[in-house]
């Protein structure tokens, strides 16, 4: 099967995730664009650059694309972009045009744009360091109780409405397209989740004009990817804190028994029980809330006994938002992973984890777990693991060497207990802690 694969930006999550997992399936020929042509923190994808890679491209079965890449340059360029809604509109006719062109199944999704509750600018527009919280009480009002009432300047509050109308006309383009069946699938993601907001009234709106929704965004492209990637398999979902599925983490607007479901449909794969089960997913559920490491915000860890299954399975390590639970990561270690373990996550928000944990399942099934699919776990549990629920904490700034001394013990613990041996290199390519980019030698 071959599959394109244009990725929101070039975060290691978001690029080489993508072509790791893929390169587990031997019978998948992966296409995905340099990573110049993609953006970063600061820089723009180069639109022009994308438009002509898939020009150039190979007949392929299926086009994988964050549509927000090509019409403002990545997710973030998607709140920061002052290009004209002419100019969008024009960039994605001639993205359409490319792609009929092709004849390949495409699977999409553009995001329905966020309100971050906090005064950081870091992937906003400038004055969000300033009016960030007055806008998201200004949205959350005029939802939830029709009040205008606000202390935004006017002409701040003008600019960032308007641009999420422009957002938001865009995405109704995308809808006609789906109408006339030019999408396989098409989905409109949430992310960063309010109970009220304007982003949710958009989704409402675009729900009730035939529209796809789901809560999550940087690993809906691997949920497509898992999607076009036509295995069958049945997973039967295990919460290991069965009373409290019900429960919503942090940064969602759906319980943790939902997300799983849905993430699992989207994935294409069909929900059993145990006994009818090809695959196991276990899912490190929370007791009353989802704790978060870098917040300091503490919860339950795990305290129950974990037992190595017999069938082969997979774990998503959701007790903590962007990064694992410390005690279940050691009782998986004491007892090995063994050789029914076909993958871990535990990387950020529950959707981020379960996306990208089933789509890894789609590619390991029924294919010979090589050195591919061993890289690809020794990245997941220095990441998750070592990095975003140890290291990180100890770091106040980045720097690679201190970062490499601090990682090398966790690199022994992964060595044994994977069976294999590893160099690797760190960098942090956005230069900032949130991510890190781990690479082998």
Known sequence: MKIAFIPIDNRPVCYQMPKMISEIDKNLEFFIPGIGLLGDLTRPADTDGLLEWLKSLPEVDAVILSLDTVAYGGLIPSRRSEDSFD??????????????????????FSSIMRISNNNINEEEKQYWNLYGTEIFRYSYNYHKLGETKNDIPKNILEDYLDTRKRNFEINKIYLEWQKEGFFDTLIFSKDDCAEFGLNVMEARELEALGGFTKTGADEIPLTL???????????APIFLEPEYKNLISNYEDISIEKSVEGQLTLAGCEIVDETNADILLYINNFEEYQGEIVMKRDTKHFHGIWKRPDKPYIIADVRFANGADN????????????????GYSGWNTSANTLGSLICSMKTTYNSDKNNAFKKLQVVRFLDDWAYQANVRQALKSTDVEELKDKMCEFEQVIKKVLNIDFSTSYSFPWNRLFEVKIEFN
């Not at 990817?225 to 398999?233: C, D, F, G, P, V």
């Not at 005690?327 to 076909?342: A, S, T």
């Open 327 to 342: 005690e279940f990561v050691r009782k998986i270690f004491d007892v090995g992973v063994g050789d029914n373990f076909l």
């Open 225 to 235: 990817l898992a999607r076009a990637i036509t295995k069958k398999i049945k997973v």
């Open 87 to 108: 100019a969008i509109k024009e960039r994605i006719f001639e993205l359409k045009s490319i792609l009929i062109s092709k004849k390949a199944k495409i699977y999409a």
